[in-house]
């Protein structure tokens, strides 16, 4: 007996079907999301492998209502777009990346943009503890799922309030250069020299007393 050609029927005048690939690939989008202020090379870390995972990421940048910014808006897209194509540069194959900035929740924007999750970055256990509760917060309110990156070792303890502080109290920028790129080391001078901004403020009173 002769096997059934796939898809036809035995007989006479049986042709052989043809079996057709239908492509299911789905665009992913992802957005990793914080304050970036300032954005480190920790950050940049996560951006980069997010590259290899994702067919786009948007590097959003958002409003921490808890925290009184030291760059504006306008500030951390202009160095965070500045870094990125640097990135892209260097790195040509991985997911294209374009920056953004958004007000109000993170799930709203990552409806509004067609996410399939939100990229976070974890430091340690008390961060996943965190991460862990806002994720399942946003699965339920949102059906967005997350993804954590746990960070590179070099940056475990790199933090942008960190650099904030090292900044302020009079630390030495040019030692800050194994947790942020040379451009934010030359804003966060700026910033450190500027007596009208809250970072120049501080680090005056510190010389003060």
């Given at each position: 007996m002769k096997p059934l050609a796939?898809?036809?029927?035995?007989g006479a005048g049986a042709g052989v079907s043809t079996i057709r690939r239908v492509s299911t690939h789905r665009h992913h989008l992802a957005i990793y999301t914080g304050s970036?202020?300032?954005?480190?090379?920790?950050?940049?870390?996560?951006?980069?492998?997010?590259?290899?995972?994702?067919?786009?990421?948007?590097?959003?940048?958002?409003?921490?209502?808890?925290?009184?910014?030291?760059?504006?808006?306008?500030?951390?897209?202009?160095?965070a777009r500045r870094l990125v194509a640097e990135l892209v540069a260097n790195e040509p194959?991985?997911?294209?990346?374009?920056?953004?900035h958004?007000?109000?929740?993170?799930?709203?924007?990552?409806q509004q943009v067609g996410a399939a999750a939100i990229i976070r970055g974890?430091?340690?256990?008390?961060?996943?503890a965190?991460?862990?509760?806002?994720?399942?917060?946003?699965?339920?309110?949102?059906?967005v799922e997350t993804v954590f990156m746990v960070?590179?070792?070099?940056?475990?303890?790199?933090s942008s309030s960190l650099i904030q502080q090292i900044a302020a109290l009079g630390g030495s920028l040019d030692k800050l250069n194994t947790l942020v790129p040379p451009i934010v080391i030359d804003a966060l001078r700026r910033k450190r020299e500027d007596p009208n901004n809250p970072l120049g403020r501080l680090a005056k009173d510190q010389l003060a007393e």
């Amino acid at each position: 007996m002769k096997p059934l050609a796939r898809g036809g029927s035995e007989g006479a005048g049986a042709g052989v079907s043809t079996i057709r690939r239908v492509s299911t690939h789905r665009h992913h989008l992802a957005i990793y999301t914080g304050s970036f202020d300032p954005i480190t090379l920790g950050h940049l870390d996560v951006l980069a492998r997010s590259r290899r995972l994702f067919d786009e990421v948007v590097l959003a940048i958002g409003r921490n209502p808890n925290k009184t910014a030291l760059f504006s808006f306008e500030e951390r897209m202009d160095l965070a777009r500045r870094l990125v194509a640097e990135l892209v540069a260097n790195e040509p194959d991985g997911a294209v990346v374009r920056v953004e900035h958004y007000a109000g929740l993170t799930v709203d924007y990552a409806q509004q943009v067609g996410a399939a999750a939100i990229i976070r970055g974890i430091r340690n256990i008390t961060d996943l503890a965190t991460e862990c509760q806002l994720a399942i917060t946003n699965r339920q309110v949102a059906d967005v799922e997350t993804v954590f990156m746990v960070t590179g070792e070099a940056f475990a303890y790199t933090s942008s309030s960190l650099i904030q502080q090292i900044a302020a109290l009079g630390g030495s920028l040019d030692k800050l250069n194994t947790l942020v790129p040379p451009i934010v080391i030359d804003a966060l001078r700026r910033k450190r020299e500027d007596p009208n901004n809250p970072l120049g403020r501080l680090a005056k009173d510190q010389l003060a007393e």
